[in-house]
């Protein structure tokens, strides 16, 4: 367990390094700080589940479509996307990487995104799909804190639990901002628990960037109920000056600042 | 499918909506890859008998038809065969960017059936109306917009639909039980392509959904006062059969009469046909204002905004003997 843990662990640094690598190639502003607030969480993901390109098995969904950063890192990781050139068009005119994903299912990208609040209607599609051929197989979908706001998570929701879908995830990420800025007391960690449970799922919270927590918290699965995991983070985790700092939301790294990102991610 | 003329009369009496459902039973029968999902409007889309017979390949999602339409998506997306109803506005407008994002973006294969479009609804009123559904469809990339004028010819779509890869569509349900035919005997639809129902010289008539049974009515009393108009049913209004074009070449007067809002539907959609390829025939519209109407039974809305047959004639005669 601890060696799968420190491999996990690993695995988060090279997705952050790679999220400031592309970002910095880029030359443009990108969503930083809400791509590393999910390094941890996708690297669980794609390291416990079966997630494959050639034959669907565990499906992801990236609902939350301004962190692509580190879907598209997590896709060069795990070898989905084989050559560094192909991540360093992120942001270059034309390109198929922009800030939200495309679908393009030869590499693993399941949907096109952007427009937040559609990816759990999706998937549950996907889960019922999954339960109509009997396919055990998981879906997972990711969603931002904000994006809890859109109405459509919440009508996605209640179908998830009116038809038992428990081969069906969310993982809540609770960095505690949006794009203007922290998040109102109302949506926060405390109250996104409240919400989940008063919608019927199975809620698990943790620490979202506590790999074990985030391992157990998927283990402690329904027989009947979908799973929200609930995972409390850190908007920019692990780049000082970026941390809980809404700058970052959407920013551009100079060459100084992404020497000293890089710095502060080899620290932390 | 084929019908004849007595199935016509029967499927007349049941309306497009309980038809609906009975095509739905029809194609489950054949195809087991069939998934129809309703926001809680199954009963009002003749899917009550699909629901016991076919429990299965139902799924309800309740009032939510932002929700419907991913949930469609991703059930497309796995390689089922997936139809969808709700009331006009709710799909075309609070669902509008979900089907841009899933349909239009992403293309997966999700069948919009929206019902009770243009003034359909009768006493429900405005926020029932489909008055706009046409212009904010067809701006959707990969979307086919298809309106069927009549029950027989709703049949041939959803099959058409169900059995070829046609992509994304929304079809647009218009008239109801008693509204008049288009067709009283079998006929060959084609994807994509207008149908003349008769042929003429003095005006070229363009219509769609089940306005065209009283368009039909006009041109047989035109007949009888020497007006011979050619009339064509342009059921496809996405894409548009090209062969419009030339067509158009033989008339001087072209009037498109559709239950539709003046702005993005038929009307203009020729009007930009005919801009671009520089055709010198005159253009008239015959539709729907661009406001918010009163309510009452469909026929009296009908006549209000002059689209049942002897209000069509009157115009059309104006638009022949006009200078």
Known sequence: ?268 | MNFNSTDAKQWLRMGPRAMFGQFMINIAKKNKKLIVLSADLGRSSGLARFKIEFPKQYISVGISEQNLIGVAAGLANEGFKVFVTSFAPFLSMRASEQIRMNLGYMKHKVNVVALGSGLSMGFLGNSHFGLEDIAIMRTIPNLNVTCPADCSELGKILDDYAFNDRGPSYIRLTGIPGSKNLYDKNYAYKFGKNITITKGKDILILSHGSVLGQVKLSVEALKKMNISAGLVNVVSLKPIDESIITLFKKYKKIVTIEEHTSVGGLGSIMTEKILKNGIKSRLFSISLPDKFGPTGTYDYLLKYHGLDSENITKKIIKLVKKK
């Open chain 1, 1 to 268: 367990m601890l060696e799968k843990i420190n491999k996990i662990k690993k695995l988060s640094y090279k997705i952050r390094k790679t999220i400031l690598d592309i970002s910095y190639n880029s030359g443009e502003p990108s969503h930083i700080g809400g791509a590393l607030s999910m390094a941890e969480i996708l690297a669980v993901i794609y390291s416990n589940f079966n997630i494959k390109v050639s034959k669907p098995l565990d499906r992801f969904i990236l609902s939350k479509g301004h962190g692509f950063l580190t879907l598209l890192s997590i896709l060069y990781c795990k070898k989905f996307i084989k050559n560094k050139k192909e991540i360093f068009q992120f942001q270059k005119n034309g390109s198929e990487f922009i800030a939200h994903p495309i679908m393009n299912k030869s590499i693993g990208i399941e949907t096109s995104n952007g427009s937040l609040g559609q990816g759990l209607s999706f998937g549950v599609g996907l889960a019922i799909s999954y339960k109509k051929k009997k396919n055990n197989n998981s879906i997972i979908v990711v969603v931002g804190d904000g994006e809890c706001y859109e109405g459509s998570v919440w009508e996605a929701a209640i179908t998830a639990t009116e038809n038992n879908l428990n081969n069906l995830f969310i993982v809540v990420d609770c960095n505690g901002h949006q794009n203007d800025g922290a998040i109102n007391k109302m949506m926060n960690f405390e109250e996104m628990k409240k919400k989940w449970l008063g919608f019927g799922w199975n809620v698990n919270s943790c620490d979202g960037h506590n790999i074990s927590a985030l391992i157990k918290a998927f283990k402690k699965n329904s027989k009947t109920k979908p799973t929200a995991i609930i995972a409390k983070t850190i908007k920019g985790k692990g780049v000082n000056f970026m941390e809980n700092n809404n700058d970052w939301h959407h920013g551009r790294l100079t060459k100084n600042l992404y020497l000293e990102s890089i710095k502060s991610i080899n620290k932390n």
